[in-house]
């Protein structure tokens, strides 16, 4: 189905998902995300982006003010799509005097499991957790990592074609994230597909085929790890400067087949200082190697933006003659959290973006409603004056 509710191969494929709490707090805006069936997504932002209220919306925790698109083949939100999705909220709560092989068995009758696929199941997801030793443990005797593997288990018990989890390692040690990164590869090899909402970027990627980033609501990048660094490959060369040499990084800027211009001391007020500490300190010489490649010059290393191994060896070989040290070359490209970093940060002052939810400006009341409102747009302002969940939807995002 696509997103307007016609076929689609995606597990889940949304457009133009909004929400606006009481107070015009605009939690979501305008989000579209594509979801590949039997792959591992990641949903990452800072605290109040809306992760946790997209989730929220697709298992009809809380009513958008406005969706369009499918979730397995179906409308979002309806019961048929519902049934075949497992659910592992961020703030979940079993009851304390529920073993855990009784919490399985409880919330898998819920789901209509029948009682001989829950037995069986209970069983094999225990095992795959590591929590047969604890099966028949009471739930207030489980420490929170404990907690959060027999919440996985319990998303799994109605056998889902797509499990959302919502901050799954939030208070587990790093052995426990470890097992839980196992369990999530395990899930993808079996052809479900998993939508990961979580802060820690490390985790992500390591599991995530694809990520997107929401920022105040919107999408501020969705794709592979790769897609979104293309551009941003690089080559690292670490060298040393004989101390016989004067002036470091100008003999080495001497030594590079390279048109290059010498930056001033002082760091332009608009620079992204983030991005100069993730590389190793801010360029002295900026410019374009006669090949046509970026080049630039810091204390300690060169810096230039390709892929190809080959368009390095001239300055490499020019900076050897010129009897400049090499101790490292290496393929560099950024890391997720340099993706984060730059997505939350604003271009044009190189400040970090305030966090949560966007408040819209009071608008004045209009003398009279336009003649010709259409009737669905009337409808979704009703919705978004009405509707009053509870803050923590918002913060918790």
């Not at 997103?3 to 107070?23: E, F, P």
């Not at 709560?93 to 199941?121: C, H, I, M, N």
């Not at 097992?179 to 090899?189: C, G, N, S, T, W």
């Not at 551009?231 to 690292?236: F, G, I, K, T």
Request: some cysteine.
């Amino acid at each position: 189905m696509t997103a307007n509710g016609i076929a689609s191969d995606y597990a889940i494929d949304i457009l133009n998902v909004s929400k606006t709490y009481k107070g015009r707090v605009r939690a979501l805006q305008d989000v579209a995300m594509r979801v590949e069936r039997g792959e591992v997504f990641g949903l990452l932002g800072p605290n109040g982006a809306g992760k946790s209220t997209l989730v929220k919306i697709l298992m009809t925790v809380i009513r958008a003010s406005k969706v369009h698109g499918t979730m397995l083949g179906s409308k979002v939100g309806s019961k048929a799509a519902l049934s075949r999705v497992g659910y592992l909220p961020e703030h979940h709560r079993f009851p304390e005097y529920l073993t855990g092989a009784q919490v399985l068995d409880y919330y898998a009758s819920l789901a209509g499991v029948p009682r001989k696929l829950r037995q069986k199941r209970i069983g094999m997801l225990l095992d795959l957790v590591d929590m047969t030793d604890w099966a028949k443990t009471r739930v207030k005797g489980y420490s929170k990592g404990m907690r959060q593997r027999i919440g996985i288990a319990q998303s799994l018990m109605n056998n889902p074609y797509l499990v959302l989890l919502d901050e799954p390692t939030d208070g587990v040690d790093p052995q426990g994230r470890r097992e839980i990164r196992k369990i999530l590869q395990r899930l993808k090899a079996q052809g479900t597909t998993v939508f990961l909402n979580s802060h820690l970027l490390s985790e992500l990627e390591m599991v995530c085929d694809r990520v997107s980033i929401l920022v105040q609501g919107r999408v501020s990048m969705q794709g592979t790890i790769d897609e979104l660094t293309h551009d941003q490959r690089r080559y690292e060369i670490h060298l040393i400067v004989p101390q016989s040499m004067s002036e470091s990084t100008n003999r080495v800027a001497e030594s590079i087949p390279a048109s290059l211009e010498r930056l001033p001391d002082e760091p332009n007020a608009l620079e992204d200082t983030r991005m100069h500490e993730l590389t190793g300190g801010r360029p002295t010489h900026t410019g374009r190697l006669v090949s046509g490649e970026e080049v630039e010059v810091r204390e300690g290393r060169v810096s230039i933006k390709t892929q190809d191994a080959e368009r390095i060896q001239s300055t490499v070989d020019q900076l050897r003659q010129n009897g400049i040290i090499i101790t490292a070359i290496k393929p560099v490209r950024p890391s997720l959290e340099d993706l984060f970093m730059a997505a939350i940060t604003d271009t044009s002052t190189g400040e970090k973006l305030h966090a949560g939810a966007e408040r819209g400006k009071k608008r004045k009341p209009a003398k009279a409603p336009p003649p010709e409102a259409p009737a669905e747009e009337a409808q979704e302002q009703a919705s978004d004056e009405n509707q009053a969940e509870e803050a923590e939807a918002v913060t918790n995002g």
